[in-house]
């Protein structure tokens, strides 16, 4: 088969094998390379690489070069689209950029199979041949634990619901223990499938207020502050947040007569979107995560019938870039957990937060997602939170 690879593919495929397989790493006192040697070498690999490969389905392994290509070449795959399927390929289409990445998962004549393709933007109309996925990635077998097998350990999946469905209403209700517990009412509400910055996501609004609302909270908490998140299951075990919005309305009274009426706008966008995998841990597994995040803010106060007329102030729109704090998510254990809501089989995930912002464990009720109890200690301080009460589009939650 004629393979008519462009310039630009060329670059990438090069770049992408240097940042692939460490190159200069370990060549310092090497001898020179015969012809020979470097053949022998290549070939011990490649071999290697084969045996390795074998050991992953097909269409796992193009996950993995795909993830792959994401986090090395972003400016030519920016993002975390989803997989899609025209055979004999698995492939993701960047709309930012106009560029398909795809794998042959399947025999087929005139493509080579697990073989790596590009096509759109600089990479010109049809599909051009970039090399074997060996030559970028070494795929791994999928993690396995106590629960599910392959990629998702079964902890966060939701049997319950789909949350990804519109019209879906979440709401649970908090104790924070201590000398003076508090109870905290949390409500979702899944809007539905929309495009956020350029990426098919899903839409979500939430609120909470203080107290038992075990029917829904007031109005009021959800006319005061408006605020949203875009994400998407992407994957078994996986989730990608693209980014999320506030928007928040008041109006106060002045002693004496008029209003101060204020509005802000927020806009935040996770650059790249942020993928969480800790659905995937297996048990004793871990990773560590940081979320870069673009924000856009903006603020109007206006005041009305005062004794002195104001202009109204408009801060913004001011734009910044912030660099999260590292955060390490370990899957500690599996356990039986009794809270105020009941006894329930728990997944305990733990969260180590750097730069001095403390430790956490979660315990999410196992395969059906909702959290059970929370600990944080911070300069030597522990809250504890524990659930009371879960209702599911209007089905109160039992063990």
Known sequence: MARSVSRWACIVAAAWVVAGCGAGSDDAGRPTATPGGVVTELRARALAVSAAAAAVAPDEAARQLMDHAEAVFATYFPGHPATQVLAPFHYRYYPATGVYLGVVVSESAGYE??????????????????????????????????????????????????????????????RTEGPAPTLVTSESRTIGPTVFEGQAAVEFRWAWADGDHRDGLPESAWLGMDQRSYARQTGSGEMTYYGSTTATDRTDSIPGGGTVTS????????????????????????????????????????????????????????????????????FLRRERVTVPLGAFDACVYQYEYGDGGGIGQVWIADGRGFHLKSTGTTAGITTTTVAVAVTINGRPVTP
């Not at 599909?127 to 079964?154: D, E, M, Q, R």
């Not at 706008?265 to 990773?287: A, C, H, K, T, Y």
């Not at 979320?291 to 005062?306: E, K, N």
């Not at 202009?311 to 590292?326: D, L």
């Open 113 to 174: 199979y697990l073989g790596v393709y590009v096509m759109g933007g600089p990479f010109g109309s049809a599909p051009a041949y970039v090399g074997p996925l060996a030559s970028y990635i070494t795929p791994v077998p999928p993690a396995t634990g106590p629960g599910p097998t392959g990629f998702s350990n079964g902890c966060l999946e939701t049997r319950d619901y789909d949350p990804m469905v519109a019209g879906t209403r979440t709401l649970q209700v908090d």
């Open 263 to 330: 509005s802000s706008r927020m806009r935040i966008v996770n650059e790249p979107p942020f993928v969480d995998r800790q659905g995937q841990l297996p048990l004793g597994g871990s990773l560590t995560h940081r979320v870069r995040a673009r924000s856009i803010s903006s603020s109007t106060t206006t005041v009305t019938g005062g004794p002195v007329v104001v202009p109204p102030v408009v801060i913004g729109p001011t734009e910044s870039i912030s660099e999260g704090t590292p955060t390490t998510v370990t």
